[in-house]
Nanobody
Framework: QVQLVESGGGSVQAGGSLRLSCAASGYTYSNYRMGWFRQAPGKEREGVAGIDSRGATDYTDSVKGRFTVSRDNAKDTMYLQMNRLKPEDTAMYYC?????WGLGPTLNINVYTYWGQGTQVTVSS
């Protein structure tokens, strides 16, 4: 049974930084694509960053240059380094993992099968 557990959320002022972690267990983690998504109140869940098994990455336009996704396959952990945070980054952040092999990172929510419980990020102005 796959489990994804996020950590590292919190409250920061605009311009600050946070590092989210997603620990995976119960699966061959390193073979599959993973991603970070976020959902603000009243809004749809959106893809933030994706990373494939080779470490190739993709980002939504609003976070390019500020966020960095990475993975440590030896630790079965994915990270999201978030710098220069803005109030509009406030949301619940979720990590996700695909259940089938695929090339290339993706922000397509339909690709992902397994989800964590989420960690809250709040950015104040």
């Amino acid at each position: 049974q796959v489990q994804l557990v996020e950590s590292g959320g919190g409250s920061v002022q605009a311009g600050g930084s946070l590092r989210l972690s997603c620990a995976a267990s119960g699966y061959t983690y390193s073979n599959y694509r993973m991603g970070w998504f976020r959902q603000a109140p009243g809004k749809e869940r959106e893809g933030v960053a994706g990373i494939d098994s080779r470490g190739a990455t993709d980002y939504t336009d609003s976070v390019k240059g500020r966020f960095t996704v990475s993975r440590d396959n030896a630790k079965d952990t994915m990270y999201l380094q978030m710098n220069r945070l803005k109030p509009e980054d406030t949301a619940m952040y979720y990590c996700a993992m695909a259940s089938s092999w695929g090339l290339g990172p993706t922000l397509n929510i339909n690709v992902y099968t397994y989800w964590g419980q989420g960690t809250q990020v709040t950015v104040s102005s």
